[in-house]
């Protein structure tokens, strides 16, 4: 018998913005209550609005993924409010690049502050309401970085392919709570992200991507609805690289 899934509330970090948004939509199409998290109010309030305009449900949650306490908050507010918690999505992640030579301590610990330890701490505070519905899944964003390197990028990348091993070992810990766990790796997509490179190392990424272009922020959303859907619940420990081939053997 299909499960009545209308009322799975879902948690969506980076929401304003980018792929976040474009997840936050995608979620609320498969009919989830869609809880849009970032730090900048007004943004997340019109993603909120376009979803529930478009006839789905959202709400907001103001909240900074560098901030241990905060983050714990907003995860058991949620879950409060709603009587569960079922899906958590960790999109929000930040860049600071520079050469290693060159790199402080500053741009490496404030890149694992919100790309890793932003994770952990979210996962740890929704792992008790998702036993609670004896359902959960947690999808955490990786990058091609973390999967190969990138020159400048170093505290980036560690960040990412820490999530790999961090997501696996969530994955075996929960699998026995009918919790999966599961990276998406976006490869360039089209995003402030992005946006901001110079014209040189666009035109250098996209040589190096087998389908010649940057993909889009709902490429990946709908890699990430399909882990985080009814459909996926044998899928746990995976790190799915949408990067329009850049990572193919
Ligand atoms: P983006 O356009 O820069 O958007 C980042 C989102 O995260 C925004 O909603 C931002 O909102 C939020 N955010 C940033 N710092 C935050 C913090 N400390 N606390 C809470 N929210 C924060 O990024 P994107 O390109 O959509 O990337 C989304 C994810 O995919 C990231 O994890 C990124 O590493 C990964 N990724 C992206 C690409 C790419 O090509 N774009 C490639 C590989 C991986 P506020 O500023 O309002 O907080």
């Known amino acids: 018998m299909a499960e009545k899934t209308e009322q799975r509330v879902a948690v969506v970090t980076g929401a ?5 948004e474009a997840i936050a939509h995608a979620l609320a199409e498969q009919g989830r ?27 907001t949650k103001v909240c900074d993924m560098s901030d241990t306490a905060a983050i714990t908050e907003m995860i058991e507010s949620v879950a409060k409010e709603h009587g ?3 899906i958590l999505i960790n999109n929000a992640g930040i860049t600071r690049d520079n050469l290693l030579l060159r790199m402080s301590d500053e741009e490496f610990d404030d890149v694992i ?23 959960g899944r947690v999808i955490n964003l990786g990058s091609v970085s973390g999967l190969v390197g990138n020159a400048g990028q170093a505290n980036y990348a560690a960040s990412k392919a ?14 026995a709570k009918n919790i999966t766990a599961n990276v998406v790796a976006p490869g360039f997509i089209q995003t402030d992200m992005t946006d901001v490179l110079p014209q ?22 709908a890699a990430v609805a399909f882990l985080a859907s009814e459909d996926a619940g044998y899928v746990s420990g995976q790190v799915l690289a949408v990067d329009g081939g850049m990572t193919m053997c």
Not at 16 to 20: A, K, L, M, P, V
Not at 162 to 175: D, Y
Request: glycine share 10%; proline share 3%.
């Open 113 to 135: 502050q919100v790309n890793l330890r932003g994770v952990f701490v979210a996962c740890r505070a929704a792992l008790r309401p998702m036993m609670r519905g004896k359902w």
């Open 33 to 59: 209550h869609v809880v849009c998290v970032a730090r900048g109010a007004e943004k997340l309030e019109a993603v909120a609005k376009a979803i529930t305009d478009a006839g789905g449900l959202a709400s």
């Open 162 to 175: 820490a999530l790999s091993g961090f997501t696996k070992s969530l994955g075996k810990e929960m699998a």
């Open 16 to 20: 304003s913005r980018g792929i976040g």
């Open 84 to 86: 569960r918690l079922d």
């Open 200 to 221: 040189v190392v666009k035109d250098a990424a996209q040589k190096a991507i087998p389908l010649s272009r940057f993909g889009q922020p709902r490429e990946i959303a």
